[in-house]
Protein backbone atom coordinates (compact mmCIF):
# COMPACT_ATOMS: atom_id res chain seq x y z
CA UNK A 1 0.00 0.00 0.00
CA UNK A 2 1.06 3.11 -0.98
CA UNK A 3 2.78 5.33 2.17
CA UNK A 4 0.85 8.49 1.90
CA UNK A 5 -2.56 6.25 1.23
CA UNK A 6 -1.88 3.93 4.42
CA UNK A 7 -0.67 7.41 6.82
CA UNK A 8 -4.78 8.31 5.77
CA UNK A 9 -6.15 5.57 6.66
CA UNK A 10 -4.69 5.65 9.98
CA UNK A 11 -5.40 8.81 10.69
CA UNK A 12 -8.88 8.14 9.54
CA UNK A 13 -8.96 5.20 12.13
CA UNK A 14 -7.55 7.53 14.70
CA UNK A 15 -10.77 9.72 14.11
CA UNK A 16 -13.01 7.79 14.36
CA UNK A 17 -11.60 5.91 18.02
CA UNK A 18 -11.35 9.71 19.19
CA UNK A 19 -15.13 10.15 18.06
CA UNK A 20 -16.42 6.89 19.98
CA UNK A 21 -14.20 8.24 22.90
CA UNK A 22 -15.54 11.31 23.57
CA UNK A 23 -19.27 10.51 22.85
CA UNK A 24 -19.32 7.80 25.31
CA UNK A 25 -18.93 10.13 28.56
CA UNK A 26 -20.94 12.90 26.64
CA UNK A 27 -24.06 10.07 26.27
CA UNK A 28 -25.02 12.13 23.82
CA UNK A 29 -24.27 13.11 20.56
CA UNK A 30 -24.37 11.67 16.31
CA UNK A 31 -21.78 8.47 15.66
CA UNK A 32 -23.68 7.49 12.42
CA UNK A 33 -22.63 10.65 10.19
CA UNK A 34 -19.32 11.85 12.02
CA UNK A 35 -17.75 8.06 11.50
CA UNK A 36 -19.06 8.38 7.46
CA UNK A 37 -16.98 11.48 7.33
CA UNK A 38 -13.47 10.16 8.90
CA UNK A 39 -11.87 9.88 5.39
CA UNK A 40 -13.52 13.42 4.38
CA UNK A 41 -12.30 14.85 7.18
CA UNK A 42 -9.08 13.40 7.26
CA UNK A 43 -7.79 14.19 3.64
CA UNK A 44 -9.26 17.93 3.97
CA UNK A 45 -7.13 18.56 7.19
CA UNK A 46 -3.85 16.31 6.92
CA UNK A 47 -3.20 16.51 2.88
CA UNK A 48 -5.58 19.58 1.36
CA UNK A 49 -6.43 22.42 3.15
CA UNK A 50 -3.27 25.19 4.13
CA UNK A 51 -3.36 26.04 8.16
CA UNK A 52 -1.82 27.21 10.40
CA UNK A 53 -2.94 25.80 14.26
CA UNK A 54 -1.36 28.05 16.06
CA UNK A 55 -3.21 30.86 14.66
CA UNK A 56 -6.78 29.96 13.71
CA UNK A 57 -7.64 33.59 12.54
CA UNK A 58 -4.75 33.61 9.99
CA UNK A 59 -6.10 35.49 7.25
CA UNK A 60 -4.64 33.36 4.27
CA UNK A 61 -5.89 29.78 5.75
CA UNK A 62 -8.33 27.81 3.85
CA UNK A 63 -11.59 27.64 4.87
CA UNK A 64 -13.90 24.81 6.26
CA UNK A 65 -17.71 25.15 7.07
CA UNK A 66 -19.26 22.05 8.68
CA UNK A 67 -23.07 22.30 7.07
CA UNK A 68 -23.71 19.32 9.05
CA UNK A 69 -23.04 20.56 12.38
CA UNK A 70 -24.08 17.55 14.15
CA UNK A 71 -21.57 15.67 12.96
CA UNK A 72 -19.16 17.88 15.17
CA UNK A 73 -17.22 15.10 17.02
CA UNK A 74 -15.34 13.96 13.45
CA UNK A 75 -14.62 17.90 12.84
CA UNK A 76 -13.18 17.87 16.64
CA UNK A 77 -11.33 15.03 16.61
CA UNK A 78 -9.52 16.00 13.89
CA UNK A 79 -8.81 19.75 15.20
CA UNK A 80 -7.19 17.70 18.12
CA UNK A 81 -5.02 16.02 16.30
CA UNK A 82 -3.59 18.78 14.39
CA UNK A 83 -2.84 20.70 17.86
CA UNK A 84 -5.71 23.44 17.60
CA UNK A 85 -6.24 22.22 21.04
CA UNK A 86 -5.13 19.75 24.39
CA UNK A 87 -6.94 16.06 23.29
CA UNK A 88 -7.91 16.45 26.50
CA UNK A 89 -11.01 18.73 25.60
CA UNK A 90 -12.41 15.81 23.78
CA UNK A 91 -13.52 14.17 26.93
CA UNK A 92 -15.49 17.35 27.28
CA UNK A 93 -17.74 17.07 24.73
CA UNK A 94 -21.30 18.53 25.48
CA UNK A 95 -19.97 19.37 29.04
CA UNK A 96 -21.71 22.90 30.00
CA UNK A 97 -18.43 25.66 30.41
CA UNK A 98 -16.25 23.49 28.02
CA UNK A 99 -15.57 24.30 24.37
CA UNK A 100 -16.61 21.70 22.27
CA UNK A 101 -20.81 22.21 21.81
CA UNK A 102 -22.83 20.02 20.27
CA UNK A 103 -22.57 21.92 17.36
CA UNK A 104 -19.58 24.08 16.21
CA UNK A 105 -18.64 26.88 17.67
CA UNK A 106 -16.89 29.53 16.24
CA UNK A 107 -16.60 31.34 19.18
CA UNK A 108 -15.54 28.89 21.30
CA UNK A 109 -13.54 26.60 19.48
CA UNK A 110 -10.04 27.14 17.75
CA UNK A 111 -10.03 26.47 14.42
CA UNK A 112 -14.36 26.17 13.67
CA UNK A 113 -14.45 28.86 10.86
CA UNK A 114 -18.55 29.21 11.09
CA UNK A 115 -20.88 27.94 13.48
CA UNK A 116 -23.48 25.43 12.26
CA UNK A 117 -26.09 23.06 13.12
CA UNK A 118 -29.69 24.71 11.46
CA UNK A 119 -29.25 22.56 8.72
CA UNK A 120 -29.20 23.70 4.72
CA UNK A 121 -27.07 26.94 5.73
CA UNK A 122 -23.83 25.72 5.21
CA UNK A 123 -23.13 26.06 1.54
CA UNK A 124 -24.66 29.94 1.79
CA UNK A 125 -22.26 31.04 4.56
CA UNK A 126 -19.46 29.14 2.63
CA UNK A 127 -20.26 31.09 -0.54
CA UNK A 128 -19.69 34.25 1.27
CA UNK A 129 -16.12 33.40 2.23
CA UNK A 130 -15.50 32.32 -1.32
CA UNK A 131 -16.86 35.57 -2.50
CA UNK A 132 -15.01 37.76 0.24
CA UNK A 133 -11.81 35.80 -1.32
CA UNK A 134 -12.26 36.76 -4.60
CA UNK A 135 -13.44 40.64 -3.66
CA UNK A 136 -10.03 40.61 -1.67
CA UNK A 137 -8.35 38.97 -4.00
CA UNK A 138 -7.25 35.97 -1.73
CA UNK A 139 -6.17 32.31 -3.30
CA UNK A 140 -7.41 30.33 -0.53
CA UNK A 141 -10.21 27.98 -0.63
CA UNK A 142 -13.22 27.44 0.65
CA UNK A 143 -14.78 24.10 1.75
CA UNK A 144 -18.03 22.36 2.99
CA UNK A 145 -19.35 19.23 3.73
CA UNK A 146 -22.96 18.77 2.98
CA UNK A 147 -25.12 15.58 4.66
CA UNK A 148 -27.87 13.98 1.71
CA UNK A 149 -30.58 14.53 4.28
CA UNK A 150 -29.76 18.28 4.07
CA UNK A 151 -30.76 17.90 0.40
CA UNK A 152 -34.22 18.38 1.22
CA UNK A 153 -33.41 21.96 2.33
CA UNK A 154 -34.63 24.59 -0.06
CA UNK A 155 -31.47 27.06 0.90
CA UNK A 156 -29.16 24.14 -0.36
CA UNK A 157 -30.36 24.88 -3.37
CA UNK A 158 -30.98 28.58 -3.55
CA UNK A 159 -27.36 28.65 -2.35
CA UNK A 160 -26.41 26.38 -5.20
CA UNK A 161 -27.62 29.05 -7.66
CA UNK A 162 -25.46 31.68 -6.41
CA UNK A 163 -22.03 29.72 -6.50
CA UNK A 164 -22.57 29.29 -9.98
CA UNK A 165 -23.80 32.82 -10.70
CA UNK A 166 -20.75 34.26 -8.85
CA UNK A 167 -18.46 31.63 -10.37
CA UNK A 168 -17.11 30.36 -7.05
CA UNK A 169 -13.96 28.16 -8.67
CA UNK A 170 -12.47 28.70 -5.20
CA UNK A 171 -15.09 26.83 -3.34
CA UNK A 172 -15.81 23.23 -3.51
CA UNK A 173 -18.52 20.86 -1.73
CA UNK A 174 -18.21 17.49 -0.97
CA UNK A 175 -21.50 15.97 0.14
CA UNK A 176 -21.66 12.70 2.63
CA UNK A 177 -23.71 10.33 0.61
CA UNK A 178 -24.32 7.88 3.19
CA UNK A 179 -27.86 7.15 2.44
CA UNK A 180 -29.77 7.85 6.16
CA UNK A 181 -30.81 10.66 8.13
CA UNK A 182 -32.83 10.68 11.27
CA UNK A 183 -36.16 9.53 10.15
CA UNK A 184 -35.03 6.68 8.22
CA UNK A 185 -33.54 6.41 4.44
CA UNK A 186 -33.06 9.26 2.53
CA UNK A 187 -34.63 8.24 -0.69
CA UNK A 188 -38.22 7.25 1.30
CA UNK A 189 -37.56 10.50 3.71
CA UNK A 190 -37.21 13.07 1.02
CA UNK A 191 -35.44 11.84 -2.57
CA UNK A 192 -33.34 14.00 -3.95
CA UNK A 193 -31.95 11.80 -6.92
CA UNK A 194 -30.73 12.14 -9.21
CA UNK A 195 -28.33 14.53 -7.40
CA UNK A 196 -25.29 14.83 -9.50
CA UNK A 197 -27.76 15.82 -12.56
CA UNK A 198 -29.13 18.17 -10.46
CA UNK A 199 -25.74 19.88 -9.33
CA UNK A 200 -24.54 19.97 -12.88
CA UNK A 201 -27.95 21.45 -14.13
CA UNK A 202 -26.97 24.18 -11.56
CA UNK A 203 -24.20 24.62 -12.97
CA UNK A 204 -21.46 22.84 -10.87
CA UNK A 205 -18.93 20.52 -11.60
CA UNK A 206 -19.21 17.37 -10.48
CA UNK A 207 -17.45 14.47 -9.06
CA UNK A 208 -18.72 11.14 -7.79
CA UNK A 209 -16.16 9.47 -5.53
CA UNK A 210 -15.81 6.77 -2.40
CA UNK A 211 -15.96 8.36 0.23
CA UNK A 212 -13.62 6.01 2.06
CA UNK A 213 -11.16 5.86 -0.68
CA UNK A 214 -8.79 7.77 0.36
CA UNK A 215 -6.41 8.15 -2.57
CA UNK A 216 -9.47 8.60 -5.23
CA UNK A 217 -10.35 12.08 -2.67
CA UNK A 218 -7.26 13.62 -2.82
CA UNK A 219 -7.13 13.25 -6.95
CA UNK A 220 -10.87 14.82 -6.90
CA UNK A 221 -10.06 17.63 -4.48
CA UNK A 222 -7.02 18.71 -6.98
CA UNK A 223 -9.45 18.07 -9.97
CA UNK A 224 -11.64 20.49 -7.96
CA UNK A 225 -8.68 22.91 -7.67
CA UNK A 226 -7.72 23.12 -11.06
CA UNK A 227 -11.68 23.77 -12.58
CA UNK A 228 -11.97 27.09 -13.50
CA UNK A 229 -15.08 29.38 -13.86
CA UNK A 230 -17.40 27.20 -11.57
CA UNK A 231 -17.56 25.57 -8.12
CA UNK A 232 -17.11 21.80 -7.94
CA UNK A 233 -19.02 19.36 -5.81
CA UNK A 234 -17.57 15.90 -4.48
CA UNK A 235 -20.83 13.33 -4.26
CA UNK A 236 -18.98 11.19 -1.88
CA UNK A 237 -20.49 7.08 -1.48
CA UNK A 238 -19.87 6.47 2.54
CA UNK A 239 -21.12 3.85 4.72
CA UNK A 240 -23.17 5.41 7.78
CA UNK A 241 -21.04 4.71 11.06
CA UNK A 242 -18.41 3.46 8.77
CA UNK A 243 -15.88 1.08 10.92
CA UNK A 244 -17.64 0.10 13.57
CA UNK A 245 -20.06 -3.22 12.55
CA UNK A 246 -23.01 -2.48 14.68
CA UNK A 247 -23.37 0.67 13.62
CA UNK A 248 -23.19 0.64 9.91
CA UNK A 249 -25.77 1.38 8.08
CA UNK A 250 -28.35 1.63 10.98
CA UNK A 251 -29.95 4.32 11.28
CA UNK A 252 -30.83 4.30 15.12
CA UNK A 253 -26.98 5.83 15.28
CA UNK A 254 -27.81 9.06 13.67
CA UNK A 255 -27.80 10.77 17.13
CA UNK A 256 -27.59 8.27 19.72
CA UNK A 257 -24.59 7.78 21.90
CA UNK A 258 -22.54 4.50 22.13
CA UNK A 259 -23.05 3.33 26.43
CA UNK A 260 -19.80 2.61 27.78
CA UNK A 261 -20.08 -1.49 27.29
CA UNK A 262 -20.81 -0.29 23.20
CA UNK A 263 -17.80 1.80 23.13
CA UNK A 264 -15.77 -0.27 24.04
CA UNK A 265 -17.08 -3.05 21.40
CA UNK A 266 -16.52 -0.11 18.86
CA UNK A 267 -13.02 0.44 19.69
CA UNK A 268 -12.16 -3.22 20.16
CA UNK A 269 -13.01 -3.23 16.57
CA UNK A 270 -11.19 0.34 15.57
CA UNK A 271 -7.89 -0.78 17.01
CA UNK A 272 -8.02 -4.35 15.83
CA UNK A 273 -8.16 -2.60 12.20
CA UNK A 274 -5.27 -0.16 13.41
CA UNK A 275 -2.86 -3.18 14.33
CA UNK A 276 -3.91 -4.80 10.59
CA UNK A 277 -3.15 -1.06 8.84
CA UNK A 278 0.23 -1.64 10.62
Known amino acids: MDKDVLELKRMANRLRQDILTMLVPAKSGHPGGSLSAAEIVTVLYFREMRLRPQEPHWSERDRFVLSKGHA ?96 LDNLTAILDLNGLQIDGRTDEVMSSAPLPEKWRAFGWHVIEVDGHDVGALQRALAEARTTAGRPTILIAKTVKGKGVSFMENAVGWHGAAPNAEQGQQGLKELREEAVHLG
Do not use: C, I
Not at 84 to 98: A, I, S, V
Not at 126 to 131: I, T, V
Not at 133 to 161: H, I, S, T
Open 72 to 167: APVLYAALAEKGYFPREELLGLRQTGRMLQGHPDMKKTPGVDMSTGSLGQGLSAANGMALAGKLDKKDYRVYVLLGDGEMAEGQVWEAAMASAHFK
